[in-house]
């Protein structure tokens, strides 16, 4: 068993963990992060798979994230656009294929209009929101009791539009049926990226790629670390008193003055705490969950959707790739594109055996592009359920009535323990974006508590 003694013990080495842990570095405390896989970067993972460079985890950068922007700068890392040129597509409720051009669906005159009403509602809504404390909002338990699904129910009924409006915030966000979360939680979602209209807005949300795999942020921050970072190491016991913490992995132990958790939330139980987390983590860590989405990539000989003047944006909440994007690699020849399949759709797909699934969701790609979409070189998805380190994608969320009951108290430390990851962040939830910014939020106050 190796033993060593850090000031700060890191458990987890993604963006939050690796961005943590760079700080601390610079305010002159020495850190040590622990890592349960053989490789650093979490939810950020690109890889090259029969010849293709796939983006397996996160990827896409929109202007608002500050705080990952940075880090890219920081680390002298490029960025490219999404190729976005040519009509976007939409499948409506009959089948039918519709190309359109700027955000609104190609929907009825009345349904479009219902859909800018709301939007306009929400986009009031979310204004009045901080991301940071959404739960400080004087409706915050109204909107927390009420269902997202049936909140939009109650605004109209025309079902296109609640589907429309619906599904930005469900299977493309929090990638959960929308009946299982809250109104509020929607409007932390829509908050966290400035606001509805934002979210909705691929063109904001999904604006841009970094050359060479935005994996590259937590590594090149690893790097900085040297020998600090240790794989294969997942911590199975952290013990903690008012003098520190001592955690414990298969071959290591780490004594330390603080703790930094720096994972999804869902994993804390994964972890033997001695004494016992108090009362109030172990009900509200209960009440957090991951959503659940497959990734689709498709590579082509040639991006051929550009031929016929598309983008390949695509839409439809009644497809089972409920959105799609041309995600070709920078200066690559061959076409890329990525679709999203969530949360009961893709339960039900890993019910059918690979080539089933292939299958079914090529014929879907199909729809919004032509025939040709069938005949991939690269075919991938991302499975995050069976990560044993991540247990779903993107990310974790409250289920009802949660976010009001226990928000105020996700990132309180318990005496030596604080907690950093995107799951817990205001701006940039869910998002990379949040993880630094969550990294950087726990290595202040470790800072600051370090100096009293
Ligand atoms: P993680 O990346 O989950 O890192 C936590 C680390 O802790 C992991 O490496 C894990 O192995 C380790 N760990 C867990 N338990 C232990 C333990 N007991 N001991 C030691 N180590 C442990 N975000 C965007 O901004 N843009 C996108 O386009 C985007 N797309 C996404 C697509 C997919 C398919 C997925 C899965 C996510 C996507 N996200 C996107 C979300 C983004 O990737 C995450 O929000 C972010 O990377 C999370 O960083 P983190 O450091 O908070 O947590």
């Not at 033993?3 to 700080?23: M, P, Q, S, W």
């Not at 009345?110 to 909002?137: C, F, G, S, Y």
């Not at 298969?250 to 705490?273: E, G």
Request: a negative charge; charged letters at 25%.
């Amino acid at each position: 068993m190796t033993e060593i003694t850090r000031d700060v013990l890191i458990i987890g080495a993604g963006a939050a963990g690796t961005t943590a842990a760079n700080d601390l570095r610079k305010a002159g405390l020495s850190v040590a992060v622990l890592e349960a896989r053989d490789r650093v970067g979490g939810r950020l993972w690109t890889d090259v798979i029969e010849g293709a460079m796939l983006e397996i985890g996160g990827q896409w950068v929109s202007p608002d994230q500050d705080a990952l922007k940075d880090t890219i700068a920081e680390l002298g890392l490029e960025t490219y656009s999404r190729y976005r040129e040519g009509d976007s597509v939409y499948v409506g409720p009959d089948g039918q294929v519709h190309r359109f051009t700027g955000e609104m669906f190609p929907v009825s005159e009345a349904t479009e209009k219902v859909i800018a009403d709301i939007t306009e509602r929400l986009d009031a809504m979310v204004a009045e929101i901080d991301p940071d404390q959404p739960w400080a909002h004087p409706k915050a338990e109204e909107w927390d009791t009420i269902t997202w699904d049936a909140w939009l129910r109650e605004q109209t009924d025309d079902d296109e539009a609640v589907r429309n409006l619906a599904f930005a915030t469900g299977s493309a966000m929090l990638t959960k049926p929308t009946h299982a979360f809250s109104l509020l939680q929607s409007l932390l979602m829509a908050a966290s990226a400035g606001s509805y209209s934002n979210l909705v807005d691929a063109d904001f949300i999904l604006d841009k790629r970094v050359v060479g795999g935005l994996q590259q942020v937590p590594q090149l921050l690893a790097e900085r670390l040297g020998d600090d970072v240790f794989l294969n190491q997942p911590v199975r016991t952290l013990e903690w008193s008012d003098a520190g913490v001592i955690a414990t992995t298969d071959q290591m132990t780490v004594k330390a003055r603080y703790a930094i958790l720096a994972f999804a939330p869902v994993l804390y139980n994964r972890i033997s705490f001695v004494p016992a987390l108090p009362r109030r983590q172990h009900q509200m860590h209960q009440h957090l969950s991951m959503g659940f989405v497959i990734k689709v990539h498709a590579v082509y000989d040639r991006p051929f959707w550009r031929e016929s003047g598309l983008s390949a944006t695509a839409f439809s909440p009644y497809e089972l790739c409920h959105e799609a994007y041309d995600n070709t690699n920078h200066g690559d020849e061959r076409g890329t594109l990525v679709g999203f399949v969530s949360d009961q759709n893709a339960d039900d797909l890993f019910t059918l055996t690979a080539e089933e699934r292939k299958e079914r969701i090529l014929e879907s790609l199909s729809h919004y592009y032509g025939p040709e979409a069938k005949n991939p070189v690269v075919y991938y998805e991302s499975d995050w359920g069976t990560e044993e380190w991540t247990r779903g994608a993107y990310a974790a969320s409250f289920d009802m009535g949660g976010l009001h009951r226990y928000g105020a108290d996700l990132r309180t430390p318990v005496g030596p323990i604080h907690f950093a990851c995107s799951d817990l962040a205001g701006a940039g939830y869910q998002h990379v974006d949040g993880a630094i910014r969550m990294g950087h939020l726990a290595a202040s106050n470790i800072v600051a508590s370090s100096r009293d």
